[in-house]
T-cell receptor, first 113, second 112 residues
């Protein structure tokens, strides 16, 4: 089945640690996205990538980093510089065309302990 | 610039009664509009989309939405609510640069 796989589903991080969230897609989509979701705030774009080895900052990129070494994979690292990392993180992908919908993974819930 | 406003943060209806979730948008050009649904601790699923074809769009699970350019609205409706419809719903407008602009969400509560 085609889709987007995020792992792990739940992740706990100690303060000061970096953690990496995995996102893999087998939809052959060029574009991939990372969103952060907090209660009552909708989705906020962290980073996006439209092609391998290239990515762009979204609205809230500070404290995060990404890579796009393969078309299928777009991992997100939450660094210790992110002051409030506890949130639900969603990865998405889409074809590279204007006004098209995105397809989502099941999300990773990150909690700082 | 594009923006989207969901007019209600929570909507509560009884099972079997109609559902109305309101969404207004702002766009400098003819946009594409989407409704997504999210069940607790899950990813988002596309309910329906408008892309300048028919103004009345039918989606999954009996939902539909009507694009009204004069009112800049894209409200989501369903004739009869089911308990399984309880979820959060997001209205989304295309950003014109391969990005999507998200509303804050409306939590739909279904009373038995």
């Amino acid at each position: 089945d085609g889709g987007i796989t995020q792992s792990p589903k739940y992740l706990f991080r100690k303060e000061g640690q970096n953690v990496t969230l995995s996102c893999e897609q087998n939809l052959n989509h060029d574009a991939m996205y990372w969103y952060r979701q907090d209660p009552g705030q909708g989705l906020r774009l962290i980073y996006y990538s439209q092609i391998v080895n290239d990515f762009q900052k979204g609205d809230i990129a500070e404290g995060y980093s990404v890579s796009r070494e393969k078309k299928e994979s777009f991992p997100l690292t939450v660094t210790s510089a992110q002051k409030n990392p506890t949130a639900f993180y969603l990865c998405a992908s889409s074809i590279l065309r204007m006004n098209t919908e995105a397809f989502f993974g099941q999300g990773t819930r990150l909690t700082v302990v | 610039a594009q923006s989207v406003t969901q007019l209600d943060s929570h909507v509560s209806v009884s099972e079997g009664t109609p559902v109305l979730l309101r969404c207004n948008y702002s766009s400098s050009y003819s946009p594409s509009l989407f409704w997504y649904v999210q069940h607790p601790n899950k990813g988002l699923q596309l309910l329906l989309k408008y892309t300048s074809a028919a103004t009345l769009v039918k989606g999954i699970n009996g939902f539909e939405a009507e694009f009204k350019k004069s009112e800049t609205s894209f409200h989501l409706t369903k004739p009869s609510a089911h308990m399984s419809d309880a979820a959060e719903y997001f209205c989304v407008v295309s950003g014109g640069n391969y990005q999507l602009i998200w509303g804050a969400g409306t939590k739909l509560i279904i009373k038995p």
